[in-house]
C-alpha cells in the first residue's frame, strides 16, 4: 500500500529541527505495523504537492500551528485537494489541522476552542472507546461537512472525531507524536501558554498516550477503505 504524507507543519524554529518532521513521525507510527507499506512525504506546507497524476491507496493531512484559515497560499491548494481527493474516493486521514482541513474543504466550519488552548495529553473517546491522546490546539470543528458522522470527542471539543463512510476518518489529536517529544513540546512552548493551560500540560504528559490503539485504528481505516471502495 502507498500512502502519501501531506505535510502541514509550519514550524521551522530550532526547538522543531531538533526532532524528526511530521512525514517521520507517521512513518514511524505505521511502519512497524506495516512493514511493507511505502510511505511518500510532501510538505505542502512549503507548496510541494503530489503531481496530477499521482496515485495513492491513502493520504495523511498532518497537523501543524498554522489555522485552516490563514490566507498563504498553500491552505486553499490544500483545501482544493481535498475536495479533489474526496472527489476521487481517495481514502483520507487528518490529524489536528487535517481534521480541520478535511472538515472546512468540505463545507465544515472550523472555530476557536471555547476554552483557549488544549495542551498535552488528554482524555477523549472515539468510536465508543476511551483514549489518552496528545493536543495542541486552540481551534476545532464546530460543524460537520455534510454526509459527516462524529465518532469520538469530549465535552470540551465534541467533534473530536469523525468519518465520511469507508474515505474518511479524522482526529483532533496527535497519533504521530511520542512521550519525549510530547514532553519537550510542552517544556517549549509552556511559557507562551496561559498558566493554567501550563500546568496541566506538565502533568498530563506523565500519563501515557494510546499511540498503538489509534496506529492500529489508522492501518484498518486504511486496509478497509481499500478492501471496501465507495
Excluded at 37 to 64: H, L, M, N, R
Amino acid at each position: 500500500m502507498h500512502i502519501a504524507i501531506l505535510m502541514t507543519n509550519t514550524d521551522d524554529s530550532d526547538f522543531a529541527a531538533r526532532w524528526p518532521r511530521d512525514g517521520e513521525k507517521f512513518t514511524n507510527l505505521l511502519s512497524p505495523l506495516r512493514p511493507d507499506w511505502k510511505f511518500s512525504i510532501y510538505p505542502v506546507k512549503d507548496d510541494v504537492f503530489p503531481e496530477g497524476s499521482a496515485v495513492f491507496d491513502g493520504v495523511i493531512i498532518t497537523g501543524s500551528p498554522a489555522s485552516v484559515h490563514d490566507t498563504a497560499p498553500w491552505v486553499p491548494r490544500l483545501l482544493k485537494l481535498i475536495r479533489h481527493l474526496h472527489a476521487k474516493g481517495t481514502p483520507m486521514f487528518g490529524a489536528c489541522f487535517g481534521h480541520q482541513a478535511i472538515a472546512l474543504a468540505l463545507g465544515g466550519t472550523v472555530a476557536q476552542n471555547p476554552g483557549g488552548w488544549v495542551f498535552g495529553v488528554v482524555r477523549t473517546e472515539m468510536e465508543g472507546k476511551p483514549l489518552r491522546l496528545y493536543a495542541a490546539h486552540s481551534e476545532q470543528v464546530t460543524v460537520l461537512p455534510k454526509g459527516a458522522e462524529a465518532v469520538g470527542g469530549n465535552a470540551e471539543c465534541p467533534i473530536g472525531a469523525f468519518r465520511i463512510g469507508q474515505s474518511v476518518l479524522t482526529t483532533q489529536y496527535h497519533p504521530e507524536m511520542t512521550p519525549d517529544f510530547a514532553a519537550a513540546l510542552v517544556s517549549e512552548y509552556g511559557p507562551k501558554l496561559p498558566q493554567d493551560v501550563a500546568d496541566r500540560a506538565r502533568a498530563s504528559v506523565a500519563l501515557p498516550a494510546d499511540t498503538n490503539v489509534i496506529a492500529a485504528r489508522i492501518v484498518r481505516f486504511f486496509e478497509q477503505s481499500r478492501d471496501h471502495p465507495r
